[in-house]
């Protein structure tokens, strides 16, 4: 069974630019989740997808950041404009229900200049 | 407010040596706690998990424990080896439809020769 795929692996940008990361979950799988890990902290959760609905957006910047999950697969995650302290590691995750266990993919890594 | 600490921060052990990495949790209500192994450049990867009424669980070299009256878990690695060498990190779920996860900061494990 394959895991989660994101991409790209990494990317370095300079502020105020503009970013998206892209994630396929494992196959089957109706709950995608995107998380934000900076450097020495555990993941911090920005938004949950059920399907193509969005369950759980209460910690994403709003202002800023932005999640899309049109057709209930893959799922992408936009910043604009990136600020500094966006530099983290972004992790999607998938499981096959709300309750059910989370696997994580390797994670996009974000540096702002 | 859900919160779950880990200690210590960080950790350097001979290769072939016993440690045991602590996790301290206050979230109500429980559903299960997970330890996970995050290698650098990686996705987090699930170790154990245990339910309430689990008090103890193995994965090859690793065995956590559960305490649930005092709120604790710990994650004892048995005959270390380099591979070791990660970021350890205890998930609280607090259950429900969302499945919420409360992650630690991690305990960041180098495994010397």
């Known amino acids: 069974e394959a895991g989660v795929a994101q991409s790209p692996r990494y990317k370095i940008i300079e502020k105020r630019q503009s970013v998206a990361f892209w994630c396929n979950p494992i196959s089957g799988h109706a709950t995608l989740y995107w998380y934000q890990q900076i450097l020495g902290q555990g993941p911090k959760l920005l938004i949950q997808?059920?399907?193509?609905?969005?369950?759980?957006d209460s910690q994403l910047p709003k202002d800023r950041f932005s999640a899309e999950r049109l057709k209930g697969v893959d799922s992408t995650l936009k910043i604009q404009p990136a600020k500094l302290e966006d530099s983290a590691v972004y992790l999607c995750?998938?499981?096959?229900?709300?309750?059910?266990?989370?696997?994580f993919g390797p994670g996009t890594r974000l540096t702002v200049t | 407010k859900n919160q779950v600490e880990q200690s210590p921060q960080s950790l350097i052990i001979l290769e072939g040596k016993n440690c045991t990495l602590q996790c301290n949790y206050t979230v109500s209500p429980f559903s299960n706690l997970r330890w996970y192994k995050q290698d650098t450049g990686r996705g987090p990867v699930s170790l154990t998990i245990m339910t309430f009424s689990e008090n103890t669980k193995s994965n090859g070299r690793y065995t956590a424990t559960l305490d649930a009256d005092t709120k604790q878990s710990s994650l004892h690695i048995t005959a270390s080896q380099l591979s070791d060498s990660a970021s350890y990190i205890c998930v609280v779920s607090a259950g429900g439809a969302t499945n919420k996860l409360i992650f630690g900061t991690g305990t960041l494990l180098a495994v010397q020769p």
């Open positions: 997808f059920q399907n193509n609905g969005v369950v759980d």
């Open positions: 995750a998938s499981s096959r229900g709300g309750s059910g266990e989370q696997y």
